[in-house]
């Protein structure tokens, strides 16, 4: 049973266009959330996080919107860079079903081509 | 000021052999995470582990793994008798804090391949 979803497998942008990445979270009792950026080979980087008291958190080109009402958060890169290119994931703090303490539960990832 | 590090990037086991898989947190943070991702996958929590004290471990499977984080040292995940659907990335992050909206800092982790 997936509590985090990123339903969209990939996404492909234009340079200098907006990439808009989406989250679905089922489990009400998560109140902390990430985006992590993941290139090949490499270890997942924080870009960006939002607490479920507010509802939009912004750095640089990076803004993360939390929709609570409808479990939806989105993160929009504006303009994007071929070097935003790389898997992004969505991770969401909390007590996850049968978890022992807050953890983090991710996404499966949306693979972002910015191309030039 | 050096970020989680791992080691070794890469490991290929046999069948029935042991893995051994290390992580140096960040300075200062004593918090520490196990992570594993499957191809196509996102990454599963395992455990989470204060200095010598396993704080949860509820997403470690109960046979063969095992880990630590003893007083002086890395902390290591360590695999025994290892299968082929053992082979995944497995991935350490750190916090200063425990994990309650904290963001976790996450290494370059090792590469596991059972043949």
């Known amino acids: 049973d997936q509590q985090v979803k990123q339903n969209s497998p990939s996404l492909s942008v234009q340079e200098g266009r907006i990439s808009i990445l989406n989250c679905d979270y089922t489990n009400s009792m998560f109140d902390y959330f990430l985006w992590y950026k993941k290139y090949p080979a490499e270890g997942p980087t924080f870009l960006i996080s939002?607490?479920?008291?507010?509802d939009k958190n912004e750095d640089g080109r990076f803004t993360v919107f939390l929709n609570k009402s409808a479990k939806h958060l989105s993160l929009h890169i504006v303009p994007s860079q071929p070097g935003d290119s790389a898997v992004y994931f969505c991770?969401?703090?909390?007590?996850?079903?049968?978890?022992?303490?807050?953890?983090?539960?991710f996404g499966k990832g949306t693979k972002l081509s910015v191309i030039p | 000021n050096a970020g989680v590090m791992q080691n070794p990037r890469h490991l290929v086991r046999r069948r029935g052999q042991e893995a051994r898989l290390r992580c140096s947190p960040m300075k200062g943070h004593s918090h520490v995470y196990w992570y594993r991702q499957l191809p196509e996958e996102g990454l599963k929590f395992m455990v989470y582990?204060?200095?010598?004290?396993?704080?949860?471990e509820s997403g470690m499977p109960k046979e063969r793994f095992s880990a630590e984080f003893p007083k002086e040292g890395p902390s290591i995940l360590r695999i025994q008798q290892v299968v082929r659907g053992d082979s995944a990335a497995y991935f350490c992050?750190?916090?200063?804090?425990?994990?309650?909206?904290?963001?976790?800092?996450f290494g370059p982790g090792t590469r596991l391949l059972v043949l």
């Open positions: 582990l204060q200095k010598e004290n396993i704080i949860d």
């Open positions: 991770a969401a703090n909390g007590f996850a079903s049968g978890a022992g303490s807050y953890q983090l539960t």
């Open positions: 939002i607490s479920s008291i507010k």
């Open positions: 992050a750190s916090s200063p804090g425990g994990p309650y909206q904290e963001t976790q800092y």
